[in-house]
């Protein structure tokens, strides 16, 4: 029988606030424990809570990358639930009036098939604390840092069918958060997680089916095995005869397998009601639009002008606007050297990206600035420098030795051109090897490298290889266009 899974995930982002979404607390992460908690994230009587302005102009930045609608006007909600790292006794979150409704996100698959992904809304709430269940022996801690850290709970419409589509839109909007700057998307910290709801239909046009939600995961890795794992177990349990039991479950990595965690609570079990202490939020058209007018182009966007403005192959493509910080790079790049997308995504991609690995930097700390790489390969364009001079300059600039007119100066590395010069080093060659120029003349293609490297030799690797090999073929057979490129 066939079966066809229906998944829907609910992402919780950390918005990049400096303090929490009700207090002035500092919302950073890894300070030591219950020392970033003000009177109102511990619940203390008489406390009043007002609303982060930097948390909605986040959640609004979201909402118009994703095409979504901006309420103009939207309402806190009291959630209510007893936890051990919740003082209040609930949380305060957004129901039935969410900031941001109606979204959609474009998501790119691994066979580069493009998938609408629907987002029903997007909703500001605070986190809840955090309860240290291993930092004890037979005691649970309670850490209540995190408690009130403004979170934009990301919900999308149950439309994917498989866990590689779930995973391809988490990525995306992975991206996208961090593209936007409203999120550092620092999945270990905790930063940005989901929970996955999943159930399993047995053809398209049935009736949707029992749903289970699998709480907190914070790895695509896992996302993807946890909801793998669990589309498994409920088709075992319904071709047993049995019935999927709508509850919430933990993925355990270890075994790779869910268990249950508790019975799935329904709206009407949080007993939702409007804050009394928090007035409707009300965003006015002018902060819609100052939003609007400063989102940066979007990473689709720019990788559709990547390959059908710039030519660069796709795969060139989806690298550099894997991160924005990456993608921006590259355009400085290309804003001093125009013409050369290309040449620049190759070291962008390639050496500086290798360089940066070994010294442990991101791009946006690159000892080499944007215009000084575009430098380096204007001169390589112009055939000052060979390629593998262009290496060795690239390593003495990222080593401080200046720039690359500075370092190309110093050692002496620009290449001859002068026509001149090269066919007297050509011409001396060919004088002191006239065995292997004969071969040549005879057809003996590969014996044009040797000649090619006796001339180098004589000229001490400053040749420039192109006008060089240019001059020997037309000086070995009088045309030059009978002999293959021995570059």
């Not at 910080?325 to 013409?339: K, N, R």
């Not at 930097?361 to 390629?387: K, M, Q, T, V």
């Not at 001339?455 to 073929?473: D, E, F, H, I, Y």
């Amino acid at each position: 029988m066939s079966w066809q899974a229906v998944i829907g995930l609910e992402i919780h982002a950390q918005l990049a606030t400096r303090s929490k979404l009700f207090s002035g607390a500092s919302a950073a992460y890894g300070a030591e424990p219950n020392t970033q908690a003000a009177a109102i994230d511990v619940g203390l009587p008489g406390t009043l809570p007002s609303v982060n302005a930097e948390a909605v102009r986040l959640a609004v930045t979201l909402g118009l990358a994703i095409g979504a609608r901006i309420a103009p006007v939207s309402v806190f909600a009291r959630k209510n639930y007893f936890y051990p790292d919740l003082p209040k006794g609930y949380q305060i979150s957004q129901y039935e009036r969410p900031v941001v409704a109606d979204g959609s996100l474009a998501v790119r698959l691994d066979d580069d098939r493009v998938i609408e992904v629907r987002i029903e809304r997007a909703h500001l709430e605070e986190d809840a604390g955090k309860s240290l269940h291993d930092a004890f022996s037979a005691q649970t801690g309670i850490d209540l840092n995190r408690a009130g850290v403004p979170l934009l709970e990301i919900v999308s419409a149950p439309v994917m069918h498989s866990p590689a589509e779930a995973v391809a839109y988490l990525r995306a909007m992975h991206r996208l958060v961090r593209w936007l700057g409203i999120c550092d998307g620092n999945m270990q910290e905790g930063s940005f997680r989901c929970d996955a709801n999943v159930s399993v239909r047995r053809s398209p046009q049935a009736p949707l089916g029992t749903r289970t939600e699998i709480k907190n995961v914070n790895s695509f890795r896992f996302v993807e095995k946890a909801i793998a794992y669990e589309i498994e177990r409920q088709i075992r349990v319904l071709e047993s005869g049995g019935a999927v039991v709508q509850e919430t479950r933990l993925y355990d990595a270890a075994q790779d397998r869910t268990r249950s965690m508790r019975s799935k609570e329904s709206a009407d079990d949080y007993r939702y009601f409007p804050d009394p202490d928090l007035p409707p939020l009300a965003i006015a058209s002018g902060l819609v639009e100052s939003v609007r007018m400063s989102l940066p182009e979007l990473p689709e966007a720019r990788r559709r002008r990547y390959v059908e403005t710039l030519g660069l192959p796709a795969q060139d493509a989806d690298q550099l606007c894997a991160d924005r910080d990456t993608s921006d790079y590259f355009e400085a790049v290309l804003a001093v050297l125009p013409g050369e997308a290309k040449l620049g995504a190759n070291w962008v991609l390639g050496e500086l990206a290798a360089a940066l690995n070994t010294l442990g930097l991101p791009i946006e700390r690159s000892p080499l600035a944007p215009a000084a790489l575009a430098l380096l390969l204007r001169r390589l364009r112009e055939g000052a420098i060979s390629g593998k001079q262009a290496k060795d300059v690239f390593g003495a600039m990222l080593a401080g030795e200046g720039d690359a007119d500075a370092v190309i100066a110093a050692r002496g590395l620009v290449q001859i051109s002068d026509e001149g010069a090269l066919l007297a080093a050509i011409d001396q060659v060919i004088a002191a090897h006239p065995a292997q120029a004969a071969q040549v003349r005879a057809g003996q293609d590969k014996v044009l490298g040797f000649l090619v490297g006796q001339v180098m030799k004589a000229t001490g690797g400053k040749a420039n290889p192109q006008r060089l090999n240019a001059l020997l073929r037309t000086r070995l057979d009088g045309s030059g266009a009978d002999l293959p490129s021995a570059s």
